[in-house]
């Protein structure tokens, strides 16, 4: 009938009672040697040179990490290149740049309220990792991370574990934000978990000190101090694990040079693909507003 007739698809369907779409399926040539088969246009993805910008950004070190999601900012960010999501991310998986899905567990209650703060130096948290050197000595790295812009605010790598580092850590992101005085301090929360140096008098003292109101995470329960805990699997995927520090000036070299990276240039998915400063500048000239 629509050979002979040219009737539409559209009337062919109303007249079988049937979807427009599963008789368009029917009337479809099949096979791709049909000389009528139908070749689906891809004006974006099949593009070479949106391929290879695609396939450039995810090449770069600081982007091995980096999701479908990043990688669609990034491009219009550098190039002014809007894509759909769904386009990016077929690109990179015929490419082989996309990485298998994360399969999370169910997570356990909280059992102190999750920090939601409304402006910068109103939530702090704070927290330790280990790594090792290329002759496996332990370092340990200190940071405090300001949960409403993300920026890491604070931060000590040294030989030892003590209080003295947690409280140099501390006083380096107060000394930056310029809280010098109690009265800077007062609206101030620094919350950490339970571990020994935290919890010293040493540590709770000089908290006492700056005006600053400590907090304390639950038992077993780090997602608690989210904040802080993805700030270090940020780090430790991007810089600490793909290389190898011969010495421990060599890696606070390297991790001073990925902090300025981390706060002036790598964009955050929760900040509406800003970077931290970016985000923090915005917020300052809307409260001047």
């Known amino acids: 009938m629509r050979q002979e007739s040219g009737v539409s698809v559209r009337r062919l369907a109303r007249a079988f009672g049937e979807p427009v779409a599963s008789v368009g399926r029917w009337l479809r040539p099949k096979g791709p040697e049909s000389p009528e088969a139908v070749i689906r246009r891809r004006p974006v993805s099949g593009d070479p040179g949106f391929r290879a910008r695609v396939k450039a950004l995810c090449a770069e070190p600081r982007h091995r990490t980096f999701g479908h999601r990043r990688i669609r900012a990034l491009l219009w960010r550098r190039w002014s290149i809007w894509a759909s999501r769904k386009t990016v991310c077929r690109v990179m998986r015929e490419l082989g740049l996309s990485r298998p899905k994360l399969w999370h567990r169910t997570s356990r209650p909280k059992r102190v309220e999750r920090m939601k703060p409304t402006r910068p130096n109103e939530a702090w948290q704070v927290d330790m990792t280990c790594f090792q050197l290329a002759d496996l000595s332990p370092l340990f790295l200190v940071l405090v991370t300001d949960c409403c812009t993300r920026q890491i605010v604070g931060w000590t790598l040294d ?49 006492g000190s700056t005006g600053a109101k400590g907090q304390y995470t639950g038992y077993n329960a780090p997602d608690d101090n989210a904040y802080i805990e993805r700030v270090i699997r940020t780090l430790k995927e991007e810089e600490i694990w793909p290389n190898a520090y011969d010495t421990l000036a060599e890696a606070r070299t390297a991790i001073e ?7 002036n240039e790598r964009i955050h998915s929760a900040l509406g693909y800003q970077t931290p400063n970016e985000f923090a500048a915005t917020h300052v000239t809307l409260v001047a507003a």
């Open 159 to 207: 030989r030892r574990c003590r209080a003295s580092e947690w409280v140099g850590a501390l006083r380096l992101a107060l000394e930056s934000r310029g809280l010098v005085c109690k009265e800077a301090c007062k609206d101030l929360v620094v919350r950490s978990d339970n571990g020994a140096q935290p919890c010293s008098k040493k540590f709770v003292e000089y908290l």
């Open 257 to 263: 040079s990925y902090i300025r990276y981390y706060n």
